[in-house]
């Protein structure tokens, strides 16, 4: 287990700390893998996996420069890209497209596409909110934000916003990468 994790971050998976062990983070990791290579998102290391992880199944994000962070709404995946480089490859869930009300009228769940930057941050702990709660909340455009979530399944289920494991948020903000006027770019 120890080998795949290690194979996993040198392909830019992240999942915190190798330590030998198949929990959530690795998971989210495999998922990303799985999402990259084409693979149905089982979550699970089998011989596809096994194949993705010998070939060192990448992707490559569209901006080539700057420090951003892409979404591919798409395949549900979040890059952060530093100085023109892919740093990490994250499992994310945005819009899954259904209805529900909030404020008084129905909505669509939807994520928007488009470039932003990011204009508001949450610093500590859980946004409670009328939708549910989100950790360390990070605005790109109105109410739609990266945020950290305990449930970030491998396909569309949120509200709008960019779903990643608080650990994954965490570590974003530890590092400077959902920094106020970070551009935030969809697809």
Known sequence: ??????????????????????????????????????????????????ALLERGSRTRPRSTSG????VDLKRQLLFVIDNGSLRYVLNTSTGSGER????????????????YNIWYRWPN???NGSLGAMWR????????????????????????????????????WAEGRVA???RVYLY
């Open 1 to 50: 287990m120890l080998a795949l994790q290690k194979r996993l971050v040198q392909l830019k998976y992240w999942l915190g700390t190798p330590d030998g062990n198949f929990g959530h983070l690795t998971q989210q990791a495999v998922w990303a893998l799985q999402k990259v290579g084409g693979v149905s998102p089982t979550g699970k290391v089998a011989a596809a996996e096994r």
């Open 125 to 127: 702990g859980w946004q």
């Open 137 to 172: 909340p990070t605005y790109w455009k109105g109410d739609f934000a990266i945020h950290g979530s305990q449930s970030i399944p491998p396909y569309p289920a949120s509200h709008g916003c960019c779903r990643v494991s608080t650990a994954a948020q965490d570590m974003l």
């Open 180 to 182: 106020m006027g970070r």
């Open 67 to 70: 420090n951003v962070l892409e």
């Open 100 to 115: 529900y009300y909030s404020g008084g009228s129905w909505k669509t769940a939807r994520t928007p596409s488009g470039s």
